[in-house]
């Protein structure tokens, strides 16, 4: 009788171990740890895009000190792009002989108008919104 009674168990168990270990778990398991790996990237990769300085424009001295600490940490192509948005981004402010422009600048004094715009920028903020401004106004 003790045989019997092992037998009984026995198909229990292995049908409980042929349940965990079928396919369709398998492959959602498989499915589960590929999504968590692709969150842990995507995590990743958006902690490491807001590592970049930012530019502290709350008063002209903090503005100069950032803008020199973060063209510090940059490569020389991309100094030369962020020294170049810069510039760029002058001109379109101030020598600009348009009624518009004039009337904005006419709203807020030069300094605070530039603080206003590179406020809490990173360096590849200030090249890729001078670049969409040229490519939207040639």
């Not at 409980?16 to 492959?27: D, V």
């Not at 589960?32 to 502290?56: Q, S």
């Not at 903090?62 to 810069?86: G, K, N, P």
């Amino acid at each position: 009788m003790t045989a019997r009674r092992s037998m009984r168990c026995l198909p229990n168990v292995n049908l409980h171990i042929r349940n965990t270990c079928s396919g369709r778990a398998a492959y959602r398991k498989r499915s589960e740890v590929r999504f968590m790996l692709g969150c842990l990237v995507i995590a990743a990769a958006l902690t490491a895009a807001g590592c970049a300085p930012t530019i502290d424009a709350s008063t002209e001295s903090t503005m100069q000190d950032s803008i020199a600490h973060v063209r510090s940490t940059l490569d020389a192509a991309d100094r030369e792009s962020f020294d170049t948005a810069l510039r760029d981004l002058n001109d379109m402010l101030f020598n600009r002989t348009d009624a518009v422009s004039q009337a904005t600048i006419g709203l807020y004094r030069p300094e605070a108008l530039v603080r206003k715009i590179l406020h809490r920028k990173n360096a590849f903020d200030v090249i890729r919104m001078v670049d969409y401004h040229r490519c939207q106004h040639p």
